[in-house]
């Protein structure tokens, strides 16, 4: 597989360094809030990653973090009279709903910077005593004149990056660059106690003690939306390579924005629309499709239009699977022919389709292109003619696929439960003799191609094609 690694700025063939077990971290949310559709993206994007590597077989060990400590989240509290702990809890809740609806699978670890202090600590501790932090009045600032290679990662040099730094009101630091790793407490912010007094860690800190925590100190494949190439990851470099003196992740992935007239989502800038928001229309598959529709790097720009788009895409996706199950139900045991050999030989190289794509740096847009080359010769090919072996051989090639994508993996189950509920429900309703909700649910159900027919039996339903 070729990964495009931010720190060489190009595609490079993966080796993972320990080829047992490959280490992946991601920058998780800022908990105060829902996360928007922007956000989502590289929830996604690592989730699909791991998926993938797991799929070529390798084990992956994937962390991703909760920032429970931040300026953000104490406003929130501030806001609503809580502390600083109940509202991380609660969008930390959240995160996993939608996230789960969204079909992102829980990390290996999750952690948090409150249940890491000691960790934090101690490691600010190592770099002052190493001489690459200084205290001053109760905060730690990493002094980036020591570490040479600041800049690397971003493309900027210490000269360039500080003639471009706004002059700070804080002539406590030794130069404009240099960046907190712990913040004396402030009137009424929480704090912990450290050796410098009470307060709280920086932002960049915690990811390198956590990625370093449960990973080791040379990571795989470290990822985060572009925005935090600068300063965030390249702080968390300076901080654990001057740690280790080793480096500290060997491929850097940043995903593109999603945009909203061409400018970046944020919910600073309020031009953002939650998951949970457009969960109200569409299903958590169709937003994994919209954000899997453009291979990682390339901008996304967020409409209405887009959704419907994917929706229908994933509908069709559906389709497939659920004719191909129908003929199931309908046919008789039997084994291929040779012309149905042949055919099935054609159908596996749009699974070669898709992994090269997948392998040309996560090509999810390829890869779902290679899916709907899949669909189509299905359809044309597999009818009620076909063998049973046949059947069942392209819909599990078809499964093998979408599963990897985190796609079309509902149930039928699911909406037979749905189905048999409403079939009740009007059951109920003719009882009751509101023959208008009644009326209502068959054609809502027509609506949708399901068909009810009342037997002497009962109610039997049938869905049409
Ligand atoms: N518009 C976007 N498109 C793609 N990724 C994004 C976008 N906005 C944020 N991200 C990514 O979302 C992840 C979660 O970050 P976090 O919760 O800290 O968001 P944030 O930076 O506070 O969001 P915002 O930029 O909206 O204030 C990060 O990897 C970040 O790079
Ligand atoms: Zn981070």
């Known amino acids: 597989m070729k990964i495009y690694n931010t720190l060489t700025r190009k595609k490079e063939e993966f ?8 280490k992946i971290y991601a920058c998780g949310p800022t908990v105060y809030n829902y996360f928007h559709i922007g956000n989502a993206r590289p929830f996604v994007v690592f989730d699909t990653l791991r998926r993938y590597l797991e799929y070529r077989g390798y084990k992956v060990k994937f962390v991703q973090n909760f920032t429970d400590v931040d300026d953000k989240i104490i406003n929130r509290a501030n806001e609503e009279g809580i502390t600083p702990k109940e509202v991380s809890e609660k969008y930390i809740e959240e995160y996993f709903k939608d996230a789960g609806e969204i079909g992102v699978k829980k990390a290996d670890v999750h952690p948090k910077v409150t249940e890491n202090m000691q960790d934090i600590i101690k490691f600010i501790q190592r770099l002052i005593d190493k001489g690459y932090a200084y205290e001053a009045e109760g905060d730690v600032y990493f002094d980036t004149s020591k570490f040479e290679e ?14 471009g730094a706004r002059i700070e009101i804080n002539d406590i630091k030794r130069h404009p660059m240099d960046f907190a790793l712990w913040k004396a407490q402030k009137v009424g912010e929480i704090a912990w106690d450290s050796p410098w007094g009470k ?8 990811c390198s003690v956590m990625a370093m925590k449960y990973l080791g100190e040379t990571i795989d494949i470290h990822g985060g939306g572009q925005d935090l190439i600068f300063p965030h990851h390249e702080n968390e470099i300076a901080q654990s390579e001057a740690c280790t003196g080793k480096p ?6 940043h995903n593109g924005y999603i945009t909203i007239n061409n400018e970046k989502m944020s919910k600073s800038k309020g031009n953002f629309f939650t998951v949970r928001d457009i969960l109200k229309d569409f299903d958590g598959e169709v937003v994994r499709f919209f954000l899997l529709s453009a291979q990682y790097r390339n901008p996304i720009n967020f409409s209405r239009d887009l959704m419907e788009q994917a929706k229908n895409g994933l509908e069709r996706l559906y389709n497939a699977k659920n004719n191909l199950k129908h003929l199931l139900d309908n046919v008789a045991e039997g084994n291929m022919n040779d012309e149905e ?9 749009y699974k070669d389709k898709f992994i090269s794509a997948m392998d040309d740096d996560l090509n999810t847009a390829d890869g779902i292109a290679a899916v709907f ?6 359809n044309s090919s597999v009818n009620s003619n076909a063998s049973k072996e046949f059947i069942q051989k392209s819909l599990d090639l078809f499964l093998e696929l979408t599963n990897v994508l985190g796609l079309v993996t509902k149930e039928e189950e699911a909406l037979d439960e749905e ?14 003799r509101d023959f208008a909700l009644a009326d209502k649910i ?19 339903w049938t869905i049409k094609k």
Do not use: C
Not at 199 to 206: A, D, K, N, S
């Open 248 to 253: 500290f992740a060997k491929y850097w992935m």
């Open 419 to 432: 189905i048999e509920k409403l079939v009740k429900m009007r059951q109920e309703a003719r009882k009751n």
């Open 442 to 460: 068959r054609d809502d159900l027509k609506a949708r191609g399901i068909v009810l027919e009342d037997t002497p039996q009962g109610t039997k």
């Open 373 to 378: 080359e899949l669909v189509k010769t299905i």
């Open 150 to 163: 600041y800049g690397k990662l971003s493309k900027q040099s210490i000269e360039d990056l500080e003639a």
């Open 341 to 349: 050999k042949e055919k099935f030989k054609e159908l596996e190289k």
């Open 199 to 206: 307060g709280r860690p920086g932002w960049h800190i915690e």
């Open 15 to 22: 080796v993972p360094i320990n080829p047992d077990e490959v």
